[in-house]
């Protein structure tokens, strides 16, 4: 690694560490095309744009992980979940959720392979892909009600089914 990159790294780390401190989890956004690392060898668009927590670990919960939503909207679900999580709340797999301001219903579901994934959030806490911080996806109903598990689902290609994403 050049020492840009790895200037960078440590840049970016910082800044993860310090937004954390202060708001107890930080949101990566991946997706949308574009990579702010020097000399970034990431491929454009190879599938749908997601977010996900770096800091739920740390309050005995599984970070959280979403797909397929602008970055307003990760924002809007995640700061809002992880108040609540914050809070003492804990977020279950198959509890139908419900967050004031956004139309769609929300439904976690266990993420079997978050090593895959959630590279952050495994960075954050030192831990290896293969002994990864556990992650919850939140899967969300189409504008008719529908989740991605049902045949008439809108939308089915923005949401992969856990377990059968890799970024």
Not at 102 to 118: A, D, F, K, M, Q
Request: charged letters at 25%.
């Amino acid at each position: 690694m050049d020492a840009s990159a790895e200037a960078w790294l440590d840049q970016r780390e910082a800044l993860i560490t310090e937004i954390v401190r202060r708001h107890g989890w930080f949101i990566e956004y991946v997706g949308g095309g574009t990579c702010s690392r020097p000399g970034c060898p990431c491929p454009p668009d190879d599938g749908p744009p997601f977010a996900y927590t770096v800091g739920l670990f740390g309050m005995n919960h599984p970070e959280l992980l979403i797909f397929g939503v602008s970055p307003e909207s990760a924002g809007t679900v995640l700061n809002t979940l992880g108040d609540r999580v914050q809070a003492g709340e804990s977020l279950l797999p198959g509890m139908e959720i419900e967050i004031d301001g956004w139309e769609h219903r929300i439904v976690p579901e266990l993420v079997p392979n978050p090593g895959e994934i959630v590279f952050s959030a495994n960075d954050f806490y030192r831990r290896p892909d293969e002994f990864s911080v556990p992650v919850l996806q939140l899967s969300y109903s189409d504008d008719e009600g529908r989740f991605p598990w049902d045949d008439a689902h809108v939308g089915r290609e923005d949401q992969p089914r856990p377990g059968t994403f890799r970024a």
